[in-house]
């Protein structure tokens, strides 16, 4: 059976969502599983193919409205990035960083120019963005970020560097956070832009299906309307970062589903001592716990989304969720390998690269002991950052 299916939770959905979520499955089936290994294997993932699918179904800005965007729920957004995550969380990722991040901060913060002319193909999966907070010195801690923009008489002009940012070769804009002597500002940066130039990670044993890249700004010289007029401080780039990190409280129990799925076909059909591993009670008990653990994090994903319809979702809520959720899809992801025995660590399955992908999530969007201390900042009223 469908190990989220464990509590009836599908009839709460309303219809539209389960249809939506058929439609995303139906894509991730046909567009991703029969090839995400060899994407994986070979560290390559062709971006621009996925978000041209992917638009076409509404994926990208899913959530925001006007400009060509779906306009659909959280609980309707946070369900495909569920079922993408079942594909790959690197695919998750493509359309979460443009979505939530690079397509929600203009969307939030752009001018009406700069919406009109960045959202509808970014929506349509024409334009590809990215999304350039971390630097390689500056992690967990964005404020103390070295990459400058001044101005120029009526210009501004960015130097420093973006590390790990998430589709950023393949990326037609970026949207770069930056130190001014009035505080951080966001900027509209077209790649092509003289100055600017990306590099592709490589040697990554995590999210391989996924493009990453560091960015260097070379005295890149911008015209004033680059800037998100709307974005002042580091709230503007954190408020983008919420945004993200809801859609993986969801995401990371498409990736925990996936794996234990693949563990329940497996443990039924595998037999040793002349009969199925399912038969074991000690197989039994892992798979019951994970499940449980499944359906907690789901429960937990719902309660978000609906939250976050009602537009009452707190930053520490998100946080809450991220934290479980992520944790939990990484024990789930180890368990259903040890399940597998040596098939566990083969490609053929989908369990180890889960597991490998999630230590990725683990960190990005806010690693789990940022999470913990955002949390542990709401109980005691007492930040530990500072
Ligand atoms: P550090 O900040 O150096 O942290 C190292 C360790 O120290 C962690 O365990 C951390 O929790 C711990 N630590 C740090 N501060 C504290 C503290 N105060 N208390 C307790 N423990 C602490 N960034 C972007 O801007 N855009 C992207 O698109 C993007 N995509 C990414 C894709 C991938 C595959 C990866 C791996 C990262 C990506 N990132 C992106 C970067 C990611 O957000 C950072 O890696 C993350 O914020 C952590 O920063 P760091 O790696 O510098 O680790």
Known sequence: MDPLELLDLDGTLSPEDRDMRAVVRRVVDERVRPHVATWYEEGRVPVRELAAEFGKLGLLGMHLTGYGCAGATATAYGLACLELEAGDSGVRSLVSVQGSLAMFAIHRYGSEEQRQRWLPPMAAGEAIGCFGLTEPDHGSDPAGMATRARRDGGDWVLT?????????PVADVAVIWARTDEGVRGFAVPMDTPGVTA???THKMSLRASSTGEIVLDDVRLPDDARLPGAEGLKAPLSCLTEARYGIVWGALGAARDCLTTALDYAVSREQFGRPIAGF???????????VELQKGYLLARHL???????RLRPEQVSVGKLNNVRE?????????TILGANGISAEYPVMRHANNLESVLTYEGTSEVHQ????QKLTGVSAFV
Do not use: F
Request: proline letters at 0%; aromatic letters at 2%.
């Open 329 to 337: 899809a990484i024990a789930i992801a180890r368990q259903c390998r």
């Open 305 to 311: 989304g609906t939250l976050a319809d009602a537009g």
């Open 199 to 201: 590099r592709e990670i």
């Open 281 to 291: 009670q000690l197989t039994q008990a892992k798979l019951a716990d994970m499940a």
């Open 373 to 376: 201390l955002v949390i542990g």
């Open 160 to 168: 420093g560097g973006k590390m790990w940012i998430t589709n950023a």
